[in-house]
T-cell receptor
Framework: DQQVKQNSPSLSVQEGRISILNCDYTNSMFDYFLWYKKYPAEGPTFLISISSIKDKNEDGRFTVFLNKSAKHLSLHIVPSQPGDSAVYFCAATIANAGGTSYGKLTFGQGTILTVHP | DTGVSQDPRHKITKRGQNVTFRCDPISEHNRLYWYRQTLGQGPEFLTYFQNEAQLEKSRLLSDRFSAERPKGSFSTLEIQRTEQGDSAMYLC?????????????FGSGTRLTVV
């Protein structure tokens, strides 16, 4: 049961353009969503998160959009840089379950982003 | 504090042998998580601790797997009687309680190869 899905295995964009990475989820209990970037031979690095009470969160070149009705979120990177080339993972969690903070992350399969100079 | 440390970085073992991995989390973090990642997949949750208490274990964690966090600081993950299907990257992460807003800090992982 894949509760978090990233349906695009790869994405290729030109430097300076916008990169849009997509993620869908099925579990309506998820109340926090996170994006991670991963380089080879390293652990995932946290990029940005969004609470389910918001529909947008911005941090520098990175913006995450959440559409709860569609159970869909996206990460926008503007402008894209060659150093952004990595695997991007979407993750979701139930941060608060019955008043007790929980926090196990459920990850998508990842999207390989390649930014060409 | 330099982040989450995992040791060893790589481990090659023969099928049937036991292996143990260590994770040192960020010292202020009270939560510690273990994940496993295979090629082409995202990390899969294995287990997590809040301080020294192990609060949840995934169904992926068979009886051959055991994890401990004896003093609420470092943690160990042991795999007994390793099988080829155990070959994967084992990732450790730590966080504060309610840390979703700030993300979870991952270590660089231990890559296990069972031959």
């Amino acid at each position: 049961d894949q509760q978090v899905k990233q349906n695009s295995p790869s994405l290729s964009v030109q430097e300076g353009r916008i990169s849009i990475l997509n993620c869908d989820y099925t579990n309506s209990m998820f109340d926090y969503f996170l994006w991670y970037k991963k380089y080879p031979a390293e652990g995932p690095t946290f990029l940005i998160s969004i609470s389910s009470i918001k529909d947008k969160n911005e941090d520098g070149r990175f913006t995450v959009f959440l559409n709860k009705s569609a159970k869909h979120l996206s990460l926008h990177i503007v402008p894209s840089q060659p150093g952004d080339s990595a695997v991007y993972f979407c993750a979701a969690t139930i941060a608060n379950a019955g008043g007790t903070s929980y926090g196990k992350l459920t990850f998508g399969q990842g999207t390989i982003l390649t930014v060409h100079p | 504090d330099t982040g989450v440390s995992q040791d060893p970085r790589h481990k090659i073992t023969k099928r049937g042998q036991n292996v143990t991995f260590r994770c040192d989390p960020i010292s202020e973090h009270n939560r510690l998580y273990w994940y496993r990642q295979t090629l082409g997949q995202g990390p899969e949750f294995l287990t997590y601790f809040q301080n020294e208490a192990q609060l949840e274990k995934s169904r992926l964690l068979s009886d051959r797997f055991s994890a401990e966090r004896p003093k609420g600081s470092f943690s160990t993950l042991e795999i007994q009687r390793t099988e080829q299907g155990d070959s994967a990257m084992y990732l450790c992460a730590s966080s504060f309680t309610g840390g979703a807003e700030w993300g979870y800090t991952f270590g660089s992982g231990t890559r296990l190869t069972v031959v």
